[in-house]
């Protein structure tokens, strides 16, 4: 078992999920915050089946993240 930080954002027509720190591209989505974050856990399931646990190490792992607004 490992810890793994995702974002979930809410858009007009549903929500969006992936997890950060993550070697390669996983993706869930939903009609609400639960179903994505339900459907991203089971794609990155499937991802480490895959890939190996290789996918989740890092050599320097993610402690916080952040978001901010910019203006540019």
Request: hydrophobic share 45%; glycine share 8%.
């Amino acid at each position: 078992m490992k810890d793994i930080k995702i974002i979930v954002e809410r858009h007009s027509d549903g929500y969006i999920a992936y997890p950060i720190g993550v070697q390669g591209v996983v993706v869930g989505e939903g009609d609400s915050y639960e179903e994505a974050l339900a459907d991203v856990k089971s794609a990155l399931k499937f991802h480490i089946e895959t890939f190996g646990l290789e996918v989740l190490e890092s050599d320097s792992p993610i402690l916080e993240v952040s978001i901010v607004e910019a203006v540019i």
